[in-house]
């Protein structure tokens, strides 16, 4: 298991705000948010970590739609040089197209993910299916998709691992106060060479202009890998996010 702790420490002395009250506030139909965090040590032990991603959503009259990016780099000391020791980059995207009730939807959703240290080359994703907004309130949203789609893998020896899957995917948010909220997305894709699985916890609290801080914690886990490699990787970050509008 690997574990990679990015620690941001910034905004000392910020004023709190309310935000994340939303029983008057109506939706807004685009917004955006970039987060960034990153580490960096040196004397006895020299480290350098960076995460950083983008999240945007558009809540249209015939459509709902999420794009999400997510990076992390890791470096470290290793025998008197620096090495790099971790290395990821993924993307995703899912359009949601409502039907006559619009919190009953049919998705399409797409995914890329390169992970340098992982037992893959890359691993991608398309799928088609239905979403359904369950619940929307002034505390709390929760939806689902599930649908067939189609795995394209290759590993680190070249071989391609290709394959019909199910996915299944949850996102739920929960309002605990004025100032902060916790998030909880969690997916699932069945195939019949790897099943692959991503978590990801956030507690999100709001500072002030459009600034927040939020802890996360990121599981990804794919059934099939090669060698001594582990199936589970933990990514535990704080980091500052910036709503863009």
């Known amino acids: 298991m690997r574990f990679l702790p990015v620690v941001t420490l910034a905004l ?60 992390l780099y890791k470096q470290d000391e290793v025998a008197g040089s620096k090495e790099t020791t971790a290395q990821k980059l993924f993307l995703s995207g899912q359009g949601n197209y ?29 799928a088609l299916g239905y979403n359904q907004q369950v619940l929307q309130d002034e505390k709390q949203t929760f939806n689902y998709s599930v649908g067939p789609g189609y795995s394209f893998a290759k590993d680190q020896a070249g071989a391609d691992l290709n394959s019909v899957i199910v996915r299944a ?27 692959k699985s991503r978590s990801k916890t956030s507690v999100i609290a709001k500072l002030n202009n459009g600034i927040s801080m939020k802890v996360s914690l990121k599981l990804d886990h794919n059934s099939s890998v090669e060698g001594d490699a582990d199936n589970l990787d933990t990514e535990t970050s704080v980091t500052l996010v910036y709503s863009f509008f």
């Open 98 to 126: 409502k039907l006559t009730n619009p919190d009953q939807r049919l998705f399409a959703f797409s995914s890329y993910e390169d992970d340098r240290f992982s037992s893959f080359q890359y691993q991608a994703t398309v």
């Open 12 to 71: 000392l002395g910020a004023t709190i705000t309310p935000v994340f009250a939303t029983s008057e506030a109506a939706p807004k139909p685009y917004s955006m948010d970039g987060e960034f965090g990153f580490i960096l040590t040196t004397g006895n032990t020299d480290t350098t970590s960076i995460t950083a991603g983008l999240k945007g959503t558009q809540e249209l009259t015939e459509w709902s739609n999420e794009y999400t990016l997510e990076g």
């Open 169 to 195: 995917a949850l996102d739920y948010s929960y309002v605990l106060s004025d100032n902060a909220r916790i998030t909880q997305t969690l997916s699932t894709e069945y195939g019949e060479d790897n099943t």
